[in-house]
């Protein structure tokens, strides 16, 4: 999968170079693809299947950081990004027996219709709580 995840990642970071230079340029930084990004949020796959954070503080002129993604985002954002790529499917943990789905959004993964839920991001069970 390795080979395959490093050629798909290249391929959709090359895409962004040529549709959106300023975001692509953000996204060297990272050295990975876009997963998903929105007001105050970039998240990347990088080749070796981590995925990194840069949340942005919109009264700030200041960038953030990169931040390596906690266990739980991870697999919320590839959750989420395997609705447009089902290539990412593979690299999604399988819900343990009886983990417990999330409080937050009841097991739906999302808050209101596609906002994805903070708590269990789009996984709908939270991976800390299975453990």
């Known amino acids: 999968m390795m080979d ?3 050629a798909f990642v290249r391929d959709r970071l090359a895409e962004t170079a040529t549709s959106n230079p300023g975001l692509h ?3 060297q ?3 990975g693809m876009l ?3 929105t007001m105050g949020i970039e998240v990347a796959l990088k080749p070796d299947g981590s995925v990194w954070v840069r949340e942005e503080d919109m009264a700030s002129t200041v960038r953030q950081p990169w931040r390596i993604a906690s266990v739980q985002e991870r697999a919320g954002f590839l959750n989420d990004a395997s609705e447009r790529w089902p290539e990412l ?3 999604i943990p399988a819900r343990p027996s009886g983990a417990p789905s999330c409080g937050r959004c009841n097991g739906s993964g999302y808050i209101i219709q596609e906002i994805i839920c903070p708590s269990c991001r789009s996984l709908g069970w939270l991976v800390e709580s299975a453990a």
């Open 25 to 27: 340029a953000s996204l």
């Open 29 to 31: 930084e990272a050295g």
């Open 89 to 91: 499917r593979p690299l």
């Open 4 to 6: 395959t995840l490093d």
């Open 35 to 37: 997963l998903m990004g």
